[in-house]
């Protein structure tokens, strides 16, 4: 893949194998299949929905909820990995003539990597720097 991509996307691409996975991933959080403690496995349970009455209704998708992740990425019940300030609201601030500027500290209070990623509704209104980055 390394030769299909431009430069500077190899710079901020971290490739990993089978053996050097366990530099970015603690064993706890690390498949089982590739060497970690994690047993988690994906089972698929039809959902219930309800209808305009409130009973409830086979669909689709979705995970069983059991010992698996909690869907906002991490694991059932473990410890927070990341503060971000402001937690709600951002407030921009005039900074010349129609610049506004906020700033969002995105701070990492775990030992392991943290990769995250900042998304616009308006990408060409809102200017992100940087909007991907590994703390």
């Given at each position: 893949?390394?030769?299909?991509?431009?430069?500077?996307?190899?710079?901020?691409?971290?490739?990993?194998?089978?053996?050097?996975?366990?530099?970015?991933?603690?064993?706890?959080?690390?498949l089982?299949?590739w060497?970690?403690?994690?047993?988690?496995?994906?089972?698929?349970?039809?959902?219930?929905?309800?209808?305009?009455?409130g009973?409830?209704?086979?669909?689709?998708?979705?995970?069983?909820?059991?010992?698996?992740?909690?869907?906002?990425?991490?694991?059932?019940?473990?410890?927070?990995?990341?503060?971000?300030?402001?937690?709600?609201?951002?407030?921009?601030?005039?900074?010349?003539?129609?610049?506004?500027?906020?700033?969002?500290?995105?701070?990492?209070?775990?030992?392991?990597f943290?990769?995250?990623?900042?998304?616009?509704?308006?990408?060409?209104?809102?200017?992100?720097?940087?909007h991907?980055?590994?703390?």
């Amino acid at each position: 893949i390394k030769s299909l991509l431009p430069a500077p996307a190899v710079a901020r691409i971290k490739f990993v194998s089978k053996s050097s996975i366990d530099q970015l991933v603690s064993p706890d959080n690390l498949l089982a299949e590739w060497g970690g403690l994690d047993t988690w496995q994906y089972h698929w349970v039809l959902e219930k929905k309800a209808d305009n009455e409130g009973k409830a209704h086979e669909g689709h998708g979705g995970n069983d909820g059991h010992g698996g992740h909690d869907g906002n990425g991490g694991h059932d019940g473990q410890a927070e990995c990341v503060k971000i300030s402001p937690e709600k609201t951002v407030i921009f601030s005039s900074t010349g003539y129609n610049n506004l500027k906020a700033d969002i500290l995105i701070q990492n209070v775990s030992s392991l990597f943290l990769a995250f990623k900042v998304k616009s509704t308006c990408p060409s209104l809102f200017l992100v720097r940087p909007h991907t980055a590994m703390v």
